[in-house]
């Protein structure tokens, strides 16, 4: 009886999940993220293999940016689009630091140095002068084996490294996207300690305690396991996109809030798995990656997509331009589908 029951459990896990393609069996994208420029024509993206690559969306073109012995994540441009800020770390287990490299020169410049805390997700505010990121203040032996970062904040420091500022205190579990604001706020996706309190979505300014915005305080769904992640602000600075199963557990759709709507609603989905949506710069599209892969232990493996306020999406890119940059052909282009799939 329990040998039945378990064979079923696994079966239905796999069903929900997605079969892994013997293709991508031993792949892994959990370093995959990108950015959009601020004219919107070009990527920047962190591969699987821990380089950082420039994508060129009309002419589907990759091009190398670092090729190092580092782990290289979170890239994000400068407002100008002539800087890249990133996370970089020697190894899985060392701490991660800040850096700027120069487009045009090509020189890189470390921003942080700390060895004893773990710096990721950076990106440049509005005016360019300054960097906001995660810190994590903690290395602990995690439960299944292996050490974790956690503890995190949100920090900003000047782009000469100056100037270091703790803007919350607030010890996270997990931070996601940290997105600076013309107004001065920076908006955030967090999990605080504890399983029972899924990611929500904060708003900080300095010298400020920080404020949720989604979902409303108080508002208990035990099925919700993430009301935001990845956050990205509109071009009119009120709009937001972000990621969130609040519609059906562990389904991350693409989502967005209009201005100061209380409410916020599905825009498109194309897998379980969908992450770092951003907005070109009318505001009436939306890149995304979606999960639509599986490898061996079931974890996503994303390809680039697009959708419309509307809700028709078009694949920019399949998989294998974060697997195999360096071999990327252009696809056929995909013709726009409803967003989202039958569930």
């Known amino acids: 009886m329990h040998r039945c029951v378990t064979v079923i459990a696994i079966v239905s896990l ?13 792949v892994e994208h959990n ?3 990108i950015d959009l420029s601020p004219d919107g024509d070009t990527l920047v993206f962190a591969s699987a293999d821990g380089d950082l690559y420039l994508f060129d969306i009309a002419e589907s073109i990759a091009t190398r940016l670092t090729a190092t012995d580092r782990i290289e994540s979170y890239p994000s441009f400068s407002p100008d689009g002539t800087q890249i800020v990133f996370a970089a770390t020697e190894d899985e287990m060392a701490p991660s630091r800040i ?12 921003v942080t140095e700390d060895n004893e805390q773990s710096d990721i997700l950076p990106r440049f505010t509005p005016d360019g002068k300054r960097i906001v990121f995660a810190r994590a203040y903690r290395h602990r032996p995690y439960s299944l084996g292996g050490w974790t970062w956690d503890m995190w904040d949100v920090c900003s420091i000047g782009t000469d490294g100056a100037g270091f500022a703790r803007l919350t205190e607030e010890g996270y579990y997990q931070l996601y996207r940290i997105v600076p604001r013309a107004d001065g706020d920076f908006v955030y996706a967090a999990d605080r300690i504890g399983l029972e309190n899924p990611a929500a979505l904060y ?3 300095p010298n400020n305690q920080p404020t949720q915005l989604i979902p409303k305080a108080g508002t208990n769904n035990t099925d919700v396991h993430a009301w935001v992640s990845d956050p990205m602000v509109g071009p009119d600075g009120k709009t937001l996109t972000f990621c969130s199963d609040f519609t059906k557990p ?13 409410s916020q609603g599905l825009v498109g989905s194309k897998s379980r798995y969908n992450r770092y949506p951003d907005f070109f710069p009318s505001g009436e599209r939306i890149v995304f990656l979606a999960g639509t892969e599986f490898n061996a232990g079931n974890r996503a ?3 680039l997509w697009e959708v419309s306020l509307s809700g028709q999406t078009k694949e920019l890119a399949t998989s294998d331009l974060f697997t195999n940059p360096t071999n990327w052909l ?14």
């Open 203 to 205: 708003t900080v300014s």
């Open 14 to 26: 796999v069903l929900m999940l997605g079969c892994p393609s013997v293709e991508n069996a031993g």
């Open 301 to 303: 493996i994303y390809s």
């Open 250 to 262: 562990f389904w991350y759709d693409v989502c967005i809030k209009m201005g100061d709507a209380k």
């Open 330 to 343: 252009a696809p056929k282009r995909a013709e726009p589908s409803d967003a989202t799939e039958s569930r």
């Open 31 to 33: 370093n995959v993220c």
């Open 99 to 110: 850096y700027i490299r120069d487009l045009g020169d090509h020189s890189i410049i470390a």
